[in-house]
Each structure stands twice: as C-alpha cells, then as structure tokens.
C-alpha cells in the first residue's frame, strides 16, 4: 500500500518531474533539482547521457544518478530504486531533444 501512495504523488510534464518533496525542472536551458535529492544546475546541451549506479562499500545502499557530458560526470543525484529509472529515462528523453 506504501508504494501506490509514493507513485500517487509522482507528476510530469514536459518540462517537470515532481515526486515526493523533490522536483527535477527544465527552465531556461538549464536542467536542475530541488528537495531532499542534491540541489544541481546543468546546462541541458552539455548533457551527453545518464547513467546510475549502486556502491556496496558504502554503508547504505544509496543509488545515485549520473549526468554524464564531455566524458565526466557533471552532476550526481541521490535517488531512491523504485524511481530511478523514470527519472533517468525522461532526463534522456529531455536531453536528446
């Protein structure tokens, strides 16, 4: 029952994707991020792909999500499993035009 009340606060649209408290905003050329996620501002065109991983050495499985441009990372978000995917599909979607 937890899950379907998480995904039922879930909201996007072309240029937002909202869930929880956090929200990920197109505006102005610029990709960035606001709530609990790390705060982030991105150039929408420097955005080449998205990729994420887990690290097993840390002491919480945390997922985080990888902006990736020019062959380094431009910005990393702290991202719950159960959503992740999402966010990384439309951050693809949005950056390749």
Excluded: H
Aim: glycine share 6%.
């Amino acid at each position: 029952m937890a899950l379907l009340e998480e995904m039922s606060t879930l909201t996007t649209t072309n240029t937002e994707f909202i869930w929880k408290k956090n929200k990920i905003v197109i505006d102005n050329g610029y990709l960035t991020t606001s709530g609990v996620i790390n705060n982030i501002r991105v150039p929408l065109n420097a955005i080449e792909t998205v990729v994420w991983s887990i690290n097993p050495a840390k002491p919480t499985l945390s997922p985080c999500l990888k902006i990736i441009g020019k062959g380094i990372v431009l910005a990393e978000i702290q991202i719950g499993i159960d959503i992740i995917n999402d966010v990384q599909d439309w951050i693809l979607t949005k950056s390749n035009g």
